[in-house]
């Protein structure tokens, strides 16, 4: 399994920045990663699902995540799968005076042949959360402003 985790600390409310992350389209505003992604049925609590298309190494793959927790307002994951991976999204968030502190935890499984891959794909999963790290301070900065 691959992880990545990274904290963003904003000064921003923290009911705000859970209810702009946990609408998992906002995504195409933060992850660079992501091409699109659509509600497809729910409110964004448990069962809500959405259909993701992310470019990852030059080619575009789709996913549906289905929201597995939300505890407003302080955690949401999701699950998204495909033929090839299954990842697993969690967000928590606290509070301290005026600032949030967001914790974004990815964690992918590779499924089938794609497992003997992992070892060279590391390095642009590492990559990946690097860039989703500064796309979601400045999304969040901009939440904040």
């Not at 904290?7 to 992501?34: C, I, K, M, S």
């Not at 979601?136 to 904040?144: E, H, K, P, S, Y």
Request: hydrophobic content about 35%; some cysteine.
């Amino acid at each position: 399994m691959i992880v990545i985790e990274r904290e963003v600390t904003v000064a921003a409310d923290t009911a705000r920045v859970f209810g702009y992350l946990a609408d998992f389209r906002t995504t195409q505003e933060w992850d660079p990663g992501t091409v699109r992604t659509t509600l497809v049925s729910g409110d964004g609590g448990v069962g809500t699902t959405y259909h993701n298309t992310s470019r990852f190494n030059g080619r575009e793959t789709e996913l549906t995540y289905v929201v597995e927790e939300c505890v407003r307002p302080d955690r949401i994951v999701l699950r998204g799968e495909n033929r090839t991976i299954v990842a697993r999204d969690t967000m928590t968030f606290s509070s301290e005076s005026h600032l949030t502190r967001v914790t974004y935890r990815a964690e992918f499984r590779l499924k089938g042949l794609v497992t003997l891959a992992e070892p060279f794909l590391r390095k642009s999963f590492d990559r990946l959360g690097e860039e989703a790290e500064e796309g979601l301070r400045n999304a969040l900065g901009r939440l904040a402003a």
